[in-house]
């Protein structure tokens, strides 16, 4: 199969995998969360460990699966706020645990066992929060969010690979191209025109704000992953989407839009 079917096929699937899970149920949607989550952690913890000491694979795990847990639990109103307080032993436990490891490095070994839940698990608690309103599931919201998303990275792509000249961050990638950045500001900001069309959750501006949020932070997640790979000399973060790398190669803009929208509807919407 060649690369430009395989890319297709894997698309189809994971487009169709996101939608299914959010039209289907929010406990669908949440267990999608929480195994993008595991996934994300296993390959951060793998790609840091090319270069960085080992980490508490399960510390992380157990913190970041922890608060989503709380969070659905609690836009379910199944329990309280209050309950939150039990994080604060998980964040403690990486400290706890190279007190009595010993070894050298060991705020090393905290900061990056930290990194994983606050870098993944935590900013993709916010894609099912942002979509609970008045005590109900908002699916459109959810799919009006990721088809922002996409909006953004292929208008980037089309636009960038046609007429793309003037590089965004050549040292970080240097396939990206300003051009392909407006390319997907405009892609977006249509696609924002006709979410507002089609639904009545926001007025106009708040979808165009963000709709452009989506852009810039979507693009820095992008540019921030990159980073992080050129940091460990590889390409792809995974191996496990055919053709489109790993789980953090598709959810790098996700991560960092994510929070930014929903402040933006918490504030505005």
Same mark, same amino acid.
């Given at each position: 199969?060649?690369?430009?079917?395989?890319?297709?096929?894997?698309?189809?699937? /994971? +487009? $169709?995998?996101?939608?299914?899970?959010?039209?289907?149920?929010?406990?669908?949607?949440?267990?999608?969360?929480?195994?993008?989550? +595991?996934?994300?952690?296993?390959?951060?913890?793998?790609?840091?460990?090319?270069?960085? =000491?080992?980490?508490?694979?399960?510390?992380?795990?157990?913190?970041?699966?922890?608060?989503?847990?709380?969070?659905?639990? =609690?836009?379910?109103?199944?329990?309280?706020?209050?309950?939150?307080?039990?994080?604060?032993?998980?964040?403690?436990?990486?400290?706890?645990?190279?007190?009595?490891? @010993?070894?050298?490095?060991?705020?090393?070994?905290?900061?990056?066992?930290?990194?994983?839940?606050?870098?993944?698990?935590?900013?993709?608690?916010?894609?099912?929060?942002?979509?609970?309103? =008045? $005590? &109900?599931?908002?699916?459109?919201?959810? #799919?009006? /969010?990721?088809?922002?998303?996409?909006?953004?990275? &292929? @208008?980037?792509?089309? +636009? *960038?690979?046609?007429? @793309?000249?003037?590089?965004?961050?050549?040292?970080?990638?240097?396939?990206? &191209?300003?051009?392909?950045?407006?390319?997907?500001?405009? !892609?977006?900001?249509?696609?924002?025109?006709? #979410? !507002?069309?089609?639904?009545? %959750?926001?007025?106009?501006?708040?979808?165009?704000?963000? @709709?452009? %949020?989506?852009?810039?932070?979507?693009?820095?997640? =992008?540019?921030?992953?990159?980073?992080?790979?050129?940091?460990?000399?590889?390409?792809?973060?995974?191996?496990?989407?055919?053709?489109?790398? *790993? #789980?953090?190669?598709?959810?790098?803009?996700?991560? !960092?839009?994510?929070?930014?929208?929903?402040?933006?509807?918490?504030?505005?919407?």
């Amino acid at each position: 199969m060649n690369n430009f079917l395989q890319r297709s096929l894997t698309g189809v699937i /994971f +487009v $169709g995998s996101v939608v299914g899970t959010i039209l289907f149920h929010p406990l669908a949607f949440f267990i999608l969360c929480l195994l993008v989550s +595991v996934l994300g952690m296993i390959e951060m913890k793998r790609l840091l460990e090319r270069r960085y =000491d080992r980490i508490n694979l399960f510390a992380s795990l157990l913190l970041g699966l922890s608060f989503q847990v709380l969070v659905f639990l =609690d836009t379910q109103e199944i329990i309280s706020n209050s309950w939150y307080i039990i994080l604060m032993p998980m964040i403690w436990l990486p400290f706890v645990h190279e007190l009595f490891k @010993g070894g050298e490095h060991p705020f090393q070994r905290i900061a990056l066992t930290l990194l994983l839940p606050v870098y993944i698990a935590i900013p993709l608690s916010f894609l099912y929060l942002s979509a609970w309103t =008045d $005590g &109900t599931f908002n699916n459109y919201f959810l #799919i009006a /969010f990721f088809a922002m998303v996409w909006c953004n990275d &292929t @208008g980037a792509y089309l +636009v *960038g690979v046609s007429i @793309g000249r003037h590089k965004l961050y050549e040292r970080i990638s240097p396939k990206k &191209t300003w051009e392909g950045f407006i390319g997907g500001v405009i !892609f977006t900001a249509l696609a924002a025109f006709v #979410i !507002f069309r089609l639904t009545d %959750i926001a007025s106009l501006w708040v979808w165009i704000a963000a @709709g452009l %949020i989506v852009s810039v932070f979507g693009t820095l997640g =992008d540019l921030i992953e990159s980073m992080l790979k050129r940091n460990v000399d590889i390409k792809d973060s995974g191996a496990i989407l055919p053709g489109h790398g *790993g #789980i953090l190669d598709r959810f790098d803009a996700v991560l !960092f839009a994510a929070p930014m929208v929903f402040a933006l509807f918490i504030l505005f919407g």
